[in-house]
């Protein structure tokens, strides 16, 4: 099975930096998803890393280290409209191509 | 580019009751998937459709809950009968078979069973 691990919550002050950890343990592991989910709205896709190393994308980038089973997304001169639910993902090899494990996602709260 | 969309957005019934809820994917999508996202928790894949055919329905109690993509385009998922644990959101999602992982979301529908 696999075995995905993320804060439930977290709070932050707005123009400052946050980081969300996810860890996960799984056997042939393809890659990881970062996804945002603003209350009441569908994921929405943020980034999606197969190599180890950091990517980045604008305010956010997102980091894996595959031998440690650990990522991480960073959230740079955070905005109100941070505020949301950010959900880790992995996909695995040999599996059905799109079939991705989620975790229960961490709720960032940003504060004036 | 339109998105996904799904109807109903929001529906309560009572349990024992039965309900569908419908998708349309993204044009040019043949992957398609339902999930259910139980308050507090991540989605859970329920069932994926490439064209017409699952792909898989590991996870899809099939006592209660069934899914068709007939013409290879539009959904329906069903629950019958609705239980209290079936609350949720149900999200549906699609993707291009040549980019699996890259999921687009419909805006779900949101069930209330009493």
């Known amino acids: 099975g696999q075995n995905i691990d993320q804060p439930t919550e977290m709070t932050a002050t707005e123009g400052a930096i946050v980081q969300i950890n996810c860890t996960y343990q799984?056997?042939?592991?393809?890659?990881l998803f970062w996804y945002q989910q603003h209350a009441g709205e569908a994921p929405t896709f943020l980034s999606y890393?197969?190599?180890?190393g950091l990517e980045e994308k604008g305010r956010f980038s997102s980091f894996l280290s595959r031998s440690k089973g650990y990522s991480y997304l960073l959230l740079k001169e955070l905005q109100m409209k941070d505020s949301a639910s950010y959900l880790c993902?992995?996909?695995?090899?040999?599996?059905?191509?799109?079939?991705?494990?989620f975790g229960d996602g961490t709720t960032l709260t940003v504060k004036p | 580019e339109a998105g996904v969309a799904q109807s109903p957005r929001y529906k309560i019934i009572e349990k024992r009751q039965s309900v569908a809820f419908w998708c349309n994917p993204i044009?040019?999508?043949?992957?398609l998937y339902w999930y259910q996202q139980i308050l507090g928790q991540g989605p859970k894949l329920l069932i994926q459709?490439?064209?017409?055919?699952?792909?898989?329905d590991s996870q899809l109690p099939k006592d209660r809950f069934s899914a068709e993509r007939l013409k290879g385009v539009d959904s329906t998922l069903k629950i019958q009968p609705a239980k209290l644990e079936d609350s949720a959101v149900y999200l549906c999602?699609?993707?291009?078979?040549?980019?699996?992982?890259?999921?687009?979301f419909g805006p779900g529908t949101r069930l209330t069973v009493l």
């Open positions: 999602a699609s993707s291009l078979v040549l980019a699996p992982d890259t999921q687009y």
């Open positions: 799984t056997s042939g592991f393809n890659g």
């Open positions: 890393n197969v190599l180890d």
């Open positions: 993902a992995v996909s695995r090899r040999n599996t059905n191509a799109g079939k991705s494990t």
């Open positions: 044009s040019g999508h043949a992957t």
């Open positions: 459709f490439q064209n017409n055919g699952v792909v898989d």
